[in-house]
C-alpha cells in the first residue's frame, strides 16, 4: 500500500510499505481522507523527539473498516469511522476519570504509531468511532479538532464572556465557533496574515489584524480586558498580548505550539491575577461531545478544506510551512 512517509524535517515521501496487519482487539482502517493537522506541521518543520522518522503521521481520518482481528464483532466491517487518535491504557485513574490525555501511558495515533497518511492503519477498535450516515467526511474530520476547542471551551467560557483569540488557523476558528457555542457574547480574533481571519469571522467573531487587536479587546470592554483569551498561536509575543488583553481575574488558556519557551511576565500574572491553563487534546467526553456537535449541524466548514492527492503531500506540506496556505488540507486516500 501507499502511506506518505516523514523521513525527517522537511522530507515526506510517498513510499510503497507492506501492509498492516489487524492484531487482536484491532481493526484496520481503510482511509478515505485525513486532515492536516497543525502538530503534523510543527512535526515536518522542525525536527521533534516526539515524532521519530521513519513515521506516518495523520490523526484526523475518516475511513471504513477493512478488517478486523479477534475479539472485535466483524459486523463492524465496511463501517464508516473517524479515528479517535488517543490510545490510553484505560485503568490509571486519568482514564477511568475519561481523561484520556493526561494518561501517561497514553500513545497518539500519527505520532507514536503509524497513522493516516496511508491507505490504511490499524489501531485498536475503540479508537475507530462509527459516524452517523448524514454527516459528510468534509464536516466528520473536524471531530478530533474541534474536540481539542470543545476542551478548552468548556472549560474556559461561561455565558456574557468576552473572548480573546490569537491565531486564526483552523483551531484559532474553530475556537471561535465553541466559544459562542458556550455562550460567549463576544469574540474578538486576531492573526498576523488577514486573509485567515476571514474563516473566523465566518464563525461570528470581530477579526482585528496584527497591531490593533489590543485595542480592540480594550475598546469592547470598557477597558477592562477579555474574560478569556485563547492563545492558538503560542509565542512570546502572543503570550505578552494574551496578559495584556485579559481583565483582572481572567483566565488564559494556551494551546498554540509556536515556541516551546520564553520569558513571560509574571509580574502581570500576579498582578492581574491572571490564570494561565496549558490544554493538550480532548477527553473521552469532548470527543463524544464534538461528534454531536457536528452531527447536529453545528459547524458549516465551507471552503475551509483543500483536497490534494496523497502523491502531492509533500508539496501541500511545504505550503503550508512556508505560505500558511490553504487554510485546511484534505489528503485524499479512498
Ligand atoms: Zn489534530
Ligand atoms: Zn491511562
Given at each position: 500500500?501507499?502511506?506518505?512517509?516523514?523521513?525527517?524535517?522537511?522530507?515526506?515521501?510517498?513510499?510503497?510499505?507492506?501492509?498492516?496487519?489487524?492484531?487482536?482487539?484491532?481493526?484496520?482502517?481503510?482511509?478515505?481522507?485525513?486532515?492536516?493537522?497543525?502538530?503534523?506541521?510543527?512535526?515536518?518543520r522542525e525536527?521533534?523527539?516526539?515524532?521519530?522518522?521513519?513515521?506516518?503521521?495523520?490523526?484526523?481520518?475518516?475511513?471504513?473498516i477493512g478488517?478486523?482481528?479477534?475479539?472485535?464483532?466483524?459486523?463492524?466491517?465496511?463501517?464508516?469511522?473517524?479515528?479517535?487518535?488517543?490510545?490510553?491504557?484505560?485503568?490509571?485513574?486519568?482514564?477511568?476519570?475519561?481523561?484520556?490525555?493526561?494518561?501517561?501511558?497514553?500513545?497518539?495515533?500519527?505520532?507514536?504509531?503509524?497513522?493516516?497518511?496511508?491507505?490504511?492503519?490499524?489501531?485498536?477498535?475503540?479508537?475507530?468511532?462509527?459516524?452517523?450516515?448524514?454527516?459528510?467526511?468534509?464536516?466528520?474530520?473536524?471531530?478530533?479538532?474541534?474536540?481539542?476547542?470543545?476542551?478548552?471551551?468548556?472549560?474556559?467560557?461561561?455565558?456574557?464572556?468576552?473572548?480573546?483569540?490569537?491565531?486564526?488557523?483552523?483551531?484559532?476558528?474553530?475556537?471561535?465557533?465553541?466559544?459562542?457555542?458556550?455562550?460567549?457574547?463576544?469574540?474578538?480574533?486576531?492573526?498576523?496574515?488577514?486573509?485567515?481571519?476571514?474563516?473566523?469571522?465566518?464563525?461570528?467573531?470581530?477579526?482585528?489584524?496584527?497591531?490593533?487587536?489590543?485595542?480592540?479587546?480594550?475598546?469592547?470592554?470598557?477597558?477592562?480586558?477579555?474574560?478569556?483569551?485563547?492563545?492558538?498561536?503560542?509565542?512570546?509575543?502572543?503570550?505578552?498580548?494574551?496578559?495584556?488583553?485579559?481583565?483582572?481575574?481572567?483566565?488564559?488558556?494556551?494551546?498554540?505550539?509556536?515556541a516551546p519557551?520564553?520569558?513571560?511576565?509574571?509580574?502581570?500574572?500576579?498582578?492581574?491575577?491572571?490564570?494561565?491553563?496549558?490544554?493538550?487534546?480532548?477527553?473521552?467526553?469532548?470527543?463524544?461531545?464534538?461528534?454531536?456537535?457536528?452531527?447536529?449541524?453545528?459547524?458549516?466548514?465551507?471552503?475551509?478544506?483543500?483536497?490534494?492527492?496523497?502523491?502531492?503531500?509533500?508539496?501541500?506540506?511545504?505550503?503550508?510551512?512556508?505560505?500558511?496556505?490553504?487554510?485546511?488540507?484534505?489528503?485524499?486516500?479512498?
Amino acid at each position: 500500500m501507499r502511506a506518505l512517509v516523514y523521513l525527517g524535517p522537511r522530507r515526506m515521501e510517498l513510499q510503497e510499505v507492506p501492509d498492516p496487519v489487524a492484531g487482536p482487539g484491532d481493526v484496520v482502517i481503510d482511509s478515505v481522507v485525513s486532515a492536516v493537522c497543525g502538530s503534523d506541521l510543527h512535526g515536518f518543520r522542525e525536527a521533534s523527539p516526539r515524532r521519530i522518522p521513519p513515521l506516518v503521521m495523520g490523526h484526523e481520518t475518516i475511513g471504513r473498516i477493512g478488517a478486523v482481528g479477534t475479539g472485535v464483532d466483524p459486523e463492524r466491517l465496511g463501517q464508516r469511522v473517524v479515528l479517535k487518535p488517543i490510545i490510553s491504557c484505560g485503568r490509571c485513574a486519568a482514564c477511568r476519570a475519561g481523561d484520556i490525555n493526561r494518561c501517561r501511558e497514553g500513545r497518539l495515533v500519527g505520532r507514536d504509531l503509524a497513522g493516516g497518511f496511508a491507505e490504511r492503519f490499524a489501531v485498536p477498535a475503540t479508537a475507530a468511532v462509527p459516524v452517523p450516515s448524514e454527516l459528510p467526511d468534509e464536516v466528520a474530520v473536524l471531530t478530533e479538532p474541534l474536540a481539542n476547542a470543545e476542551h478548552v471551551t468548556e472549560r474556559a467560557v461561561r455565558e456574557g464572556d468576552v473572548v480573546f483569540v490569537i491565531g486564526s488557523g483552523p483551531i484559532g476558528a474553530l475556537m471561535v465557533r465553541a466559544a459562542f457555542l458556550h455562550r460567549a457574547r463576544q469574540v474578538i480574533v486576531t492573526d498576523t496574515n488577514p486573509e485567515r481571519l476571514a474563516f473566523a469571522v465566518a464563525q461570528g467573531a470581530e477579526g482585528v489584524p496584527g497591531d490593533d487587536a489590543l485595542e480592540a479587546v480594550t475598546a469592547a470592554t470598557d477597558g477592562w480586558g477579555a474574560d478569556v483569551v485563547i492563545d492558538a498561536a503560542g509565542f512570546e509575543t502572543t503570550w505578552a498580548l494574551g496578559l495584556q488583553a485579559i481583565r483582572p481575574g481572567g483566565h488564559i488558556f494556551e494551546i498554540g505550539l509556536g515556541a516551546p519557551r520564553g520569558m513571560v511576565e509574571f509580574f502581570t500574572v500576579l498582578g492581574k491575577e491572571a490564570t494561565i491553563t496549558g490544554s493538550y487534546a480532548w477527553s473521552d467526553q469532548d470527543f463524544a461531545r464534538s461528534l454531536e456537535l457536528l452531527a447536529g449541524g453545528a459547524l458549516t466548514p465551507d471552503g475551509w478544506l483543500t483536497r490534494v492527492p496523497l502523491a502531492e503531500g509533500q508539496q501541500a506540506f511545504e505550503d503550508l510551512a512556508d505560505r500558511g496556505q490553504p487554510f485546511k488540507v484534505l489528503l485524499e486516500l479512498g
